[in-house]
């Protein structure tokens, strides 16, 4: 049984930064490719960013492209994500996710998730 579990997140002025955590924990992460994904008030949850299983292929949405960086430690079973100069438009719960094989944009396509974490951009 995986267990994803987040942490990171809080209330930040726009501007900010904040660095999220996802610990993966009964089973090995380097196993899976992962991801994370955001739900704002009222929205559906979207894809921010995905790694591969040993961080060779990366993606983003395309606006967080150059403020948000994923990333992975397959040691510790950690999955991070910095987020630079964010903006209330970046507010909502924040997912880790993990999928079997490939790294993907689409939710569908990871079947463990954490159970989110906060983020709120501020002033």
């Known amino acids: 049984q995986m267990t994803l579990v987040e942490s990171g997140g809080g209330l930040v002025q726009p501007g900010g930064s904040l660095r999220l955590s996802c610990v993966v924990s009964?089973?090995?992460?380097?196993?899976?490719?992962m991801g994370w994904f955001r739900q704002a008030p009222g929205k559906e949850r979207a894809f921010v960013a995905t790694?591969?299983?040993?961080?060779?292929?990366?993606y983003y949405e395309d606006s967080v492209k150059g403020r948000f960086t994923i990333s992975r430690d397959n040691d510790e079973n950690m999955v991070y994500l910095q987020m630079h100069s964010l903006s209330p438009e970046d507010t909502g719960v924040y997912f880790c996710?993990?999928?079997?094989?490939?790294?993907?944009?689409?939710?569908?396509?990871?079947?463990?998730w954490g159970q989110g974490t906060q983020v709120t951009v501020s002033s």
């Open positions: 009964g089973r090995t992460a380097s196993a899976y490719a």
């Open positions: 996710a993990a999928a079997i094989g490939l790294t993907s944009r689409k939710a569908d396509d990871y079947p463990y």
């Open positions: 790694i591969s299983r040993f961080g060779k292929t990366i």
